[in-house]
C-alpha cells in the first residue's frame, strides 16, 4: 500500500495563492495515477485535478482550469496543486488521492476509483 500526507493548507485572501503537496511513502510512486479532491461544508467530496504516472497528461475539473496546477515528481514521491486567484468558493478541505494501475482506464473523476487517501488539508479563503 502507499501511505499518503497533504501539507501546504492555510488562510488566505481571496486572490492569493496557495501551494499544496502531497508526500507518498510505501509502493512505487510512479505506479499509481494521482488525484486532488475537495470538500467544503455540507458537499461531498469533488474531483479537482489529476495527473498520470509521468506526468505528462493533466485533468481538471472546470471551475479550476486555468488557475490550478497538478505536478509530480516521482524521484521524490511528490505531488503539488498550486492554486492561484483563490476565492472563498475554493474553501474545502483538500485531500491527496492514489489510484492503482488495476483502475487505470476507468474514470479518473469518480472518487471510488481511488485506492489510497490522504488525512486532508485545509483550505480557506476570505472575502
Known amino acids: 500500500q502507499v501511505q499518503l500526507v497533504e501539507s501546504g493548507g492555510g488562510l488566505v485572501q481571496a486572490g492569493g495563492s496557495l501551494r499544496l503537496s502531497c508526500a507518498a511513502s510505501?509502493?512505487?510512486?510512479?505506479?499509481?495515477?494521482m488525484g486532488w479532491f475537495r470538500q467544503a461544508p455540507g458537499k461531498e467530496r469533488e474531483f479537482v485535478a489529476a495527473i498520470n504516472w509521468s506526468g505528462i497528461s493533466t485533468y481538471y475539473t472546470d471551475s479550476v482550469k486555468g488557475r490550478f496546477t497538478i505536478s509530480r515528481d516521482n524521484a521524490k514521491n511528490t505531488m503539488h496543486l498550486q492554486m492561484n486567484s483563490l476565492n472563498p468558493e475554493d474553501t474545502a478541505v483538500y485531500y491527496c488521492a492514489a489510484m492503482d494501475k488495476k483502475n487505470w482506464g476507468t474514470s479518473l473523476f469518480m472518487r471510488a476509483r481511488y485506492d489510497y487517501w490522504g488525512q486532508g488539508t485545509q483550505v480557506t479563503v476570505s472575502s
Open positions: 510505501g509502493r512505487t510512486f510512479s505506479s499509481y495515477t
